[in-house]
Each structure stands twice: as C-alpha cells, then as structure tokens.
C-alpha cells in the first residue's frame, strides 16, 4: 500500500520538476532579451547580460591631444589630460601604446617610449605625457587602455526604436492587421460552428469533412493562388492590391478551418436539455446562439482568441505578400525584419525591438490563460 500511496506523489513530483524546467527554458532568454534592451551599447558589446550588474572590462583606443596642447615645465615638455573626453567615471587597470600588446603596463607607472619620451596613465583616467624635445604633428599618440565600467541601464534604446526606427509606427501597423483577424474568424467560425453542431441540413457531414480536411492544408501552398485570386477580383472591382482588406481576408481565410473545428467540438458538448428546453420556451436558433451559447462558449472562444493573435502578430509571410512595406503598412515584424539586415550589429536596437514585439503576446496570454487549458479540453470527451 505504501508503494502504491508513493507513485502518484512521485508522479506529481516529476511533472512539477518538467514544468519548472520548461518554464526556467522559456524565462531565460526572455529575460536576457529585457536586460540586453536596458543595457548601454558599450557594455552589450564588452559583456553578456548575465554580467550587466557587475562592472564590465573593455579594452579602448583613444588619442591625447596635439603638439599644441603642450607646455613647458621644469626643463620638459609636457602634455597632460585625461583619456575620458566624455567625463565617464571609469577605472583604468593597464594601458599601451601598441594594439597587439594593450595592456603592457599597469596604471600609474610611467611607460618608456623611447628617446626619453614617457608616458604614465593613472587609474582615474588623467595622463602625463613628456618628452626632452618639443612636441610636433597635428596628430597626438596613440594609447591603449582596458577600463572598468560600472553597470549603467538606460531607457535610450527604447526612446530610439519607437520614435528614430519607426517601430512604433509598425507596432500601430501589426495591431491594425492583428486585432481584426482575430474578431472576423471569430465571429464566423462562432455562428458557423453552433450551426454545424446543433442544426440539421442536407451536406451538413460533407462539410465538416471539408473542414476538418483544410486544417492538413499548408498555408504556403494555398497562398499564392489565393494572391492571383485576391488580385483578379481586385482588378475587375477597381480596388488596389496591398491594402489592410486583402490581409484581413486572407488571414480569416487561413484561420476559419481550426477555428470552425474547435468552437464546434466545445458547443456541440454543450448540454442538450438546455437546448431543448430553449425551444420549447419559443426561442430561435439566432437567440439560443446568442443568450445561451456565446456566454457558455466563451473559455473556447479566448483559447481561439489567443491562437489566432499570436500567429497574426508574429507572422511575416502573409504580411509580405498582401501588405506593403510603405511606413504606413509595414508590420512589426518585416520592420524588424529589416533591422536585422541593416542594423544587425546594433544588438541594443534589436533586442529592445524584440522585447517590444512580445509584450502584447505576453499581455494577451496571461489576460487570457486561465481560460486556455478549460477551452482546449472542453468537448473533447463527448461531442455532437
């Protein structure tokens, strides 16, 4: 009996594991993705964001002023500074003169360049130069220092994307194609899937067959004859092609098949004698759908809901054959698209552009999962 009392909790233990697992999998590089998107650009070149809260060590080049900016002192001249023209606040630990040896000497010691020429880099930044013999050029030495910085988080790159990049005008884009094809398959496959499960009419089995067959078509087959189709009926009805009409249609198109099979295997497990007795109170198919099966549907139609945002805010296939890539239709995900082929060194532009594209999915995954697993497992034990 032990034994037996023993497998079921060793059973709920190891799928507790699986799913800290998956979940640590999943948290991970999105994670990542939010510390990169807060991070300085300096600081994401020299370290991985695991390391953004401690200090960053980077090696720099830099060159100290001209021969103009020398003075004499004490029988030498001498030209003095500090190799952080910007003002950063920054730990020197070695420098050089030479960019295959960097770091040939440690801060504060005076390195010997020869013909009685010296240079000493402090910790803090600040230089001597001096040499026996009057400086000359317009150009100063060279030098070679590995620094320290301390962690520095910015909002600047998310300042840059939305308003420099255009992503904010494409992420307005994405939610203009988005939102609508997920009401419009929504709306018809509701009406049509309560007519499938609870009405009765000649080719009603034919149908569903048909339905149930276009879910094991691939969109990229489908997508070109439906461009030439979408573009034939615009062409004889004067409309233009790439607008935000023909990539409603097409994505309700693609959607309409899952989203009939699914509302249907939940409505028609619905309880029959509630059906029945709506009937006999009088009410007609169009209020028994209205009153009593959109309130009952509505864990399935939020699972739908998510299935079918997600896949239209992330997809970039559809949106580069029926939209434009003018700034006024291009959608978030061509734009970043486009970024990784012009900017794909600027990791700080690319992981905030990320990060931005998956705070709606997220949004509209926790507003709605409660009702995810009661919408997908609904009617899958018994159905009309």
Avoid: C
């Avoid at 000649?202 to 997508?223: D, F």
């Avoid at 009952?296 to 296939?317: G, R």
Wanted: without cysteine; positive net charge; charged residues 15%.
């Amino acid at each position: 009996m032990a034994a037996t009392r023993g497998k079921p909790f060793v059973s709920r233990f190891g799928v507790h594991i699986a799913v800290l697992v998956f979940v640590v999998i999943w948290t991970i590089p999105t994670l990542g993705i939010l510390v990169s998107s807060l991070r300085d650009k300096d600081q994401i070149i020299a370290s991985g964001w695991w390391n953004s809260f401690s200090s960053s060590s980077q090696t720099e080049a830099g060159r100290l002023p001209p021969a103009s900016a020398q003075t004499q002192r004490g029988g030498k001249y001498v030209i003095e500074g500090n190799v952080f023209g910007d003002g950063a606040k920054r730990a020197i630990s070695a420098f050089g003169t030479k960019a295959a040896t960097p770091t040939q000497y440690k801060a504060g010691t005076a390195a010997d360049l020869g013909d009685g020429v010296s240079l000493q880099v402090n910790g803090d930044g600040s230089f001597v130069l001096s040499s026996p013999k009057a400086f000359e050029g317009d150009r100063g030495q060279r030098v070679y220092y590995a620094s320290s910085a301390p962690p520095k988080f910015t909002t600047d790159n998310y300042d840059a994307v939305l308003f420099s990049e255009g992503i904010g005008r494409s992420f307005m884009n994405s939610l203009t194609v988005t939102i609508p094809s997920t009401v419009i398959p929504i709306l018809i496959a509701a009406f049509a899937a309560y007519a499938l499960a609870w009405m009765r009419f000649p080719g009603r089995a034919l149908l569903i067959a048909v339905i149930i067959g276009l879910l094991v078509v691939p969109l990229q087959m489908s997508l070109i004859p439906l461009l030439k189709l979408y573009n034939g009926v615009g062409t004889f009805f004067g409309v233009p092609s790439k607008t935000y009409l023909g990539i409603w249609l097409a994505h309700t198109g693609f959607g309409l098949p899952f989203a009939i099979y699914l509302l249907r295997s939940y409505i028609a497990g619905l309880p029959r004698e509630i059906m029945e007795s709506a009937r006999i109170d009088g009410a007609s198919d169009f209020e028994i759908f209205v009153k009593i099966v959109l309130p009952l549907s509505f864990p399935v139609l939020a699972s739908f809901a998510i299935f079918q945002f997600l896949w239209v805010w992330n997809d970039l296939l559809v949106a580069m054959v029926f939209l434009g890539t003018a700034p006024d239709q291009i959608v978030l995900t061509a734009k970043l698209n486009a970024l990784l082929g012009s900017r794909g060194g600027n990791w700080e532009i690319l992981t905030t552009s990320a990060f931005i594209t998956i705070i709606v999915p997220l949004t509209v995954f926790f507003s709605l999962q409660r009702y995810f697993v009661r919408g997908l497992l609904a009617g899958s034990v018994k159905g009309g």
